[in-house]
């Protein structure tokens, strides 16, 4: 490939042209807006109790539905990978749902089925309660983000193959040494990325969680629930200050990845 | 003792890749299954190392019956064609993989994986990872992890097939060395016919699923079952219902009673040998090898009529001859199911 300089320039300029137009502007504008009174206004708001309780609400969705994705994701994918079979079509359609269904439709979905006349609602009537609670709104964010470790794991097992997992067995290894000690350090990267993927979308989840939550300040409000009251109450810098939360967390673990991959590759 | 399997059968979706095949591996022997791509070559080592299930038949190893167990159970070493090495894991570690499975103590693994290592002449890269190695160190760390357990059997799955020229008549030798060394019954899978006589005592020629006839190399040579087997070992001529290696054939240039007219097309010098095409009166095309000085003697000269003499040839009463690799047939279907048709070629 060699494309004149002028038009190589050209492309580049284009392409980081749109990309700071799109992304990069609307950030910097967050970080602008947020300490335009000084550094106290958003600590404030993130500090408050809503705020503090919102943060630890979004990180337990985090830490129940990322780990209960990836275990689900990994066995989806051996299955969809490694055991021909006819309804292997269907599960890989029925998987991509989540993308290809709005997150709102999700919520109401689950709302129908948890809600007052709904197949499930005996579980509130004995005093297990799913919506308007952490079950409901755990149940969703599973949902809204089911794909995305079977979606990046899939590849990379088709292109690893068999032959090293055959190579273990015939030296003795059990199936179930060969996947801790072969197959799943082949395909870490994979899941490594899935997982990433899966925590950034459960941390920024807002349709499906609204709709199943009720978003009560204090009970069932999530970072993104929180920003959109605060936004809705006009306390723009409460709502930038936990919009910046939302964004460093989704940040740090982008990096943390890179990191680990940096070790790894070293 | 050593490995026999008996009446192995094996289907994938509507291709026969074993077709009632029988073989016998004397203890401690080197043997080469040798075939076109997709003959079961492949398919019949894999079903005696356990990664195969076969549809009918029996695998027995060492006296064993070795047919319902899985392939961590039946203390076979094997080596893939390509490598299989464990990407993640450094030269050491692939090494000492089985012993760590098998929960040997960390000084007799570290002993054993540096006597092998010094045994494949990798002694000093251990601590590298495959993908700083070459294609033969990978294929020797490969083999060395595969001895590592002290397998009962090893098998060899055209072993040096993704290996340059050089690299593979090399390790070839190597091969042949270590295995008077080490006395372990030995299969290994070629579609090289070279290959496996230079390596093997006892050669299994396959086609189209079933075993075309098994010997050792100067049995299959001198005295092919069929004309597969003869055309499959060594270059040949057809003459109307006769087979005549190409230095079985006498070029002289005066006609007598067993002798046949042709037309000298093509005269190429390879060296020592020589090769005459010729055209005979009805269109055949066959080629006669000549020595240089043989050449010299009967300064032939392209264009010319000269007379071919067989001088031994066969014929195969009974053969079906749709069976002869060839360009003219067409080798059946292929490409189904069948690991090796993407590694042969």
Known sequence: MSARPASRWGLRALGLGYLTMLLLIPLVMIFYKTFEDGIGPPIDAITSPDGLHALKLTLLMVVISVPLNTIFGIGCALLLVRRKSKANPLIDAIINLPFAVSPVVIGLSLYLLYGTGGWFSFLAENGIEILFSVPGMVLASIFVSLPFVVRETVPVLQ????????????????????????????IRWGVAYGVVLTTARVLGEFGAVTIVSGSISGQTQTLPLFVEKQYANFNSTGAYGASLVLALLALITLFAMNLLKRKEDA | MGISVEGARKRFGDFQALDDVSIEVPDGSLTALLGPSGSGKSTLLRAIAGLEDLDSGQVTINGEDATRKPAQKRGVGFVFQHYAAFKHMTVYDNVAFGLKIRKWKKAETSKRVHELLQLVQLDGLAGRFPSQLSGGQRQRMALARALAVQPQVLLLDEPFGA???????????????????????????????????????????????????????????????????????????????????????????????????????????????????????????????????????????????????????????????????????????????????????
């Open chain 2, 163 to 345: 290996l340059d020229a050089k690299v593979r008549k090399d390790l070839r030798t190597w091969l042949r060395r270590l295995h008077d060394e080490m006395h372990v019954t030995t299969i290994f899978v070629t579609h090289d016919q070279e290959e496996a006589m230079d390596v093997a005592e006892q050669l299994v020629v396959m086609n189209e699923g079933r075993v075309e006839q098994s010997g050792s190399a100067d049995e299959l040579y001198e005295h092919p079952a069929n004309e597969f087997v003869m055309s499959f070992v060594g270059e040949v001529n057809r003459l109307g219902e006769h087979f005549v290696r190409p230095h079985d054939m006498e070029v002289v240039l005066e006609a007598d009673e067993r002798t046949e007219e042709a037309l000298v097309q093509r005269i190429v010098a390879l060296g020592f040998e020589i090769r005459v095409e010729l055209v005979l009166g009805d269109g055949t095309e066959v080629w006669a090898q000549l020595t240089r000085s043989e050449l010299q003697r009967l300064e032939l000269r392209e264009g010319q009529i000269a007379y071919l003499r067989p001088v031994q040839a066969k014929s195969f009463n009974g053969s079906s001859p749709s069976r002869t690799p060839g360009a003219s047939t067409p080798q059946g279907p292929t490409d189904e199911g069948d690991a090796e048709v993407t590694a042969a070629v």
């Open chain 1, 159 to 186: 292109e690893i193959g068999t032959d090293q997992e055959q190579a273990a067995s015939t030296l003795g290894a059990n199936g179930w040494q060969t996947f801790w000690k072969i197959t799943l350090p082949s």
